[in-house]
C-alpha cells in the first residue's frame, strides 16, 4: 500500500506533529480530525494564570497551524468501527481509513468533584487548565492583596498534573516583590505523599514551597466544593478537612475521552480509558493499524506535552515499517519532561524516564534539573517559538 488513507484524531500538539512528521515521510493522504477553531499551546497558560505572559501568546487560528499537505476536518468523533475500519463523526457523517492513530488527548472532568464547575462560574475561581480561566487566573492574582488562596493538583492519570504548581509559585513571588506575601495565606492540596515523585526534583520543589511559606496539605484530594460559601472540602479515606478561601485555583479530575472505551479501544479492565497501545511501540495491542500518542495512550509514563516529540518520531516510524510491511521496531523509551517555573525568572527542569530516573536531555549534565535562570529561558522563550514554527509542522 502506497499512499494509504491516515487519520489523526485530534488536532492539537500530538495530532498536528504526528500528521506534519507522517507528511514529511512521504504519506500524503492525511486528514486531522479537529472541531476546535482556536489552537492553544497548553503550557504557556501556566504563565498566563501567573501573571508572566500574555493570553494572546498561547493561542493561535486552527486553519493557521495545520501542517501543509494535511486535511483538515472539524468535526468531532462519535465512535470508531475498527472492524470496518471506519470512524462515526458526531455531525452523522463518517471516514474510513487505512491507518488510524488516536491523540485526542483527555478530558476535564470538572463535574466529578460536586460543586467544582459552580466555582469556576464565580469570580474567584481560576485554573491553568482552561484558556478562559487562565486568562481570569492572571487578573485575579496579580490583584490581590490579602486572603487565602487554595491550590489544588489531580490526581493521576493526568495532563501534566504537576503543572498545577506553576501559577502558585508565579503568584508567590509577585506577592512577594510588591510586599503582600505575608497576608495572604496560600495552601497547596496534593494528592501525594512528595510534591513530585523523583528524589531530586522533591528537594527543589521543597525548598521553593518552604521558601514562601506555603502550607502543604499531602494525600489529600479535593472532595467538594460549596461556592456559595467558599468553602471546600479535601481528605483521603475517613480524613477529611473543609478550608476556607478567597481564591480557588482548582484543577480537575482528567480521563480520556469516552468513545474510546466506548468503541473498544481501551483495555477492559483500564477505568480512565486509555487507548490500548504498546508502550514501546505505540500500537495498538488488538488492533495493528491503530496507533496512539499523548494523553490519551496507555504509555506507562507521565504525561506531558514534552513527552508527545519523541513519542511522535517513534509512532511515525513505526507506522510507515507497517505501511511497508515490515515489523516496528523504534521504540519509546517513556521519556517526559516537566518544566516547574518556580519563580518568575527560574525553571526546575524534570526530565525522566517510565522508571522515574533522570534523564537530562545534556547527559552529562546530571543536575539540570536544579532551579535554573537557563531553563526559564529555554522553557519561556525558546519552546514557544519552536512549538509554532517547528513541532507543529512536523519537523522537530
Same mark, same amino acid.
Given at each position: 500500500?502506497?499512499?494509504?488513507?491516515?487519520?489523526?484524531?485530534?488536532?492539537?500538539?500530538?495530532?498536528l506533529?504526528?500528521?506534519?512528521?507522517?507528511?514529511?515521510?512521504?504519506?500524503?493522504?492525511?486528514?486531522?480530525?479537529?472541531?476546535?477553531?482556536?489552537?492553544?499551546?497548553?503550557?504557556?497558560?501556566?504563565?498566563?494564570?501567573?501573571?508572566?505572559?500574555?493570553?494572546?501568546?498561547?493561542?493561535?487560528? /486552527?486553519?493557521?497551524?495545520? #501542517? #501543509?499537505?494535511?486535511?483538515?476536518?472539524?468535526?468531532?468523533?462519535?465512535?470508531?468501527?475498527?472492524?470496518?475500519?471506519?470512524?462515526?463523526?458526531?455531525?452523522?457523517?463518517?471516514?474510513?481509513?487505512?491507518?488510524?492513530?488516536? =491523540?485526542?488527548?483527555?478530558?476535564?472532568?470538572?463535574?466529578?468533584?460536586?460543586?467544582?464547575?459552580?466555582?469556576?462560574?464565580?469570580?474567584?475561581?481560576?485554573?491553568?487548565?482552561?484558556?478562559?480561566?487562565?486568562?481570569?487566573?492572571?487578573?485575579?492574582?496579580?490583584?490581590?492583596?490579602?486572603?487565602?488562596?487554595?491550590?489544588?493538583?489531580?490526581?493521576? #492519570? +493526568?495532563?501534566?498534573? +504537576?503543572?498545577?504548581?506553576?501559577?502558585?509559585?508565579? *503568584?508567590?513571588?509577585?506577592?512577594?516583590a510588591?510586599?503582600?506575601?505575608?497576608?495572604?495565606?496560600?495552601?497547596?492540596? =496534593?494528592?501525594?505523599?512528595?510534591?513530585?515523585?523523583? #528524589?531530586?526534583?522533591?528537594?527543589e520543589?521543597?525548598?521553593?514551597?518552604?521558601?514562601?511559606?506555603?502550607?502543604?496539605?499531602?494525600?489529600?484530594?479535593?472532595?467538594?466544593?460549596?461556592?456559595e460559601?467558599?468553602?471546600?472540602?479535601?481528605?483521603?479515606?475517613?480524613?477529611?478537612?473543609?478550608?476556607?478561601?478567597?481564591?480557588?485555583?482548582?484543577?480537575?479530575?482528567?480521563?480520556?475521552?469516552?468513545?474510546?472505551?466506548?468503541?473498544?479501544?481501551?483495555?477492559?479492565?483500564?477505568?480512565?480509558?486509555?487507548?490500548?497501545?504498546?508502550?514501546?511501540?505505540?500500537?495498538?495491542?488488538?488492533?495493528?493499524?491503530?496507533?496512539?500518542?499523548?494523553? *490519551?495512550?496507555?504509555?506507562?509514563?507521565?504525561?506531558?506535552?514534552?513527552?508527545?516529540?519523541?513519542?511522535?518520531?517513534?509512532l511515525?516510524?513505526?507506522?510507515?515499517? *507497517?505501511?511497508?510491511?515490515?515489523?516496528?521496531? /523504534?521504540?519509546?523509551?517513556?521519556?517526559?519532561?516537566v518544566?516547574?517555573?518556580?519563580?518568575?525568572?527560574?525553571?526546575v527542569? *524534570?526530565?525522566?524516564?517510565?522508571?522515574?530516573?533522570? /534523564?537530562?536531555?545534556?547527559?552529562?549534565? @546530571?543536575?539540570?534539573? @536544579?532551579?535554573?535562570?537557563?531553563?526559564?529561558?529555554?522553557?519561556?522563550?525558546?519552546?514557544?517559538?519552536?512549538?509554532?514554527?517547528?513541532?507543529?509542522?512536523g519537523? +522537530?
Open positions: 500500500m502506497t499512499n494509504p488513507r491516515i487519520v489523526v484524531v485530534g488536532g492539537g500538539n500530538a495530532g506533529s504526528v500528521a506534519g512528521r507522517l507528511h514529511r515521510a512521504g504519506l500524503a493522504d492525511i486528514t486531522v480530525i479537529e472541531p476546535r477553531t482556536l489552537h492553544v499551546f497548553a503550557p504557556l497558560q501556566s504563565h498566563i494564570a501567573g501573571g508572566a505572559a500574555r493570553a494572546s501568546e498561547a493561542a493561535r487560528p /486552527q486553519a493557521d497551524v495545520i #501542517p #501543509p499537505g494535511v486535511r483538515w476536518l472539524r468535526d468531532e468523533v462519535f465512535t470508531v468501527d475498527a472492524d470496518t475500519r471506519r470512524v462515526h463523526l458526531v455531525s452523522g457523517g463518517r471516514i474510513d481509513y487505512d491507518q488510524l492513530v488516536v =491523540c485526542a488527548g483527555m478530558r476535564m472532568a470538572w463535574e466529578q468533584v460536586p460543586g467544582l464547575p459552580e466555582a469556576m462560574d464565580t469570580a474567584s475561581g481560576i485554573s491553568n487548565y482552561d484558556y478562559t480561566l487562565a486568562a481570569k487566573a492572571s487578573t485575579v492574582l496579580r490583584d490581590l492583596r490579602s486572603g487565602t488562596v487554595v491550590f489544588t493538583q489531580p490526581p493521576e #492519570p +493526568a495532563s501534566c498534573g +504537576a503543572a498545577a504548581q506553576k501559577p502558585m509559585y508565579l *503568584a508567590c513571588d509577585w506577592w512577594r510588591i510586599g503582600v506575601r505575608d497576608d495572604i495565606r496560600v495552601i497547596f492540596v =496534593c494528592p501525594d505523599p512528595v510534591p513530585f515523585g523523583i #528524589p531530586a526534583i522533591d528537594r520543589l521543597r525548598r521553593k514551597l518552604d521558601e514562601y511559606g506555603i502550607e502543604v496539605r499531602y494525600s489529600r484530594d479535593l472532595r467538594s466544593v460549596d461556592a460559601n467558599s468553602t471546600l472540602t479535601i481528605g483521603r479515606g475517613d480524613a477529611s478537612e473543609t478550608l476556607p478561601y478567597d481564591v480557588l485555583h482548582a484543577v480537575p479530575p482528567q480521563r480520556a475521552p469516552e468513545w474510546i472505551a466506548g468503541s473498544g479501544l481501551a483495555a477492559s479492565d483500564d477505568p480512565h480509558g486509555f487507548v490500548d497501545v504498546d508502550p514501546e511501540t505505540l500500537q495498538h495491542v488488538r488492533h495493528p493499524e491503530i496507533w496512539a500518542v499523548g494523553d *490519551a495512550a496507555a504509555v506507562a509514563t507521565r504525561r506531558s506535552g514534552g513527552a508527545i516529540r519523541r513519542q511522535a518520531k517513534a511515525v516510524k513505526n507506522l510507515r515499517a *507497517a505501511v511497508e510491511g515490515r515489523p516496528p521496531t /523504534q521504540k519509546y523509551n517513556g521519556y517526559s519532561v518544566p516547574f517555573t518556580v519563580s518568575r525568572g527560574t525553571v527542569f *524534570a526530565e525522566f524516564d517510565r522508571w522515574g530516573r533522570l /534523564q537530562p536531555t545534556v547527559p552529562f549534565w @546530571r543536575s539540570l534539573y @536544579r532551579e535554573r535562570r537557563l531553563s526559564w529561558i529555554a522553557d519561556r522563550r525558546v519552546l514557544p517559538w519552536v512549538y509554532w514554527h517547528l513541532i507543529l509542522r519537523r +522537530a
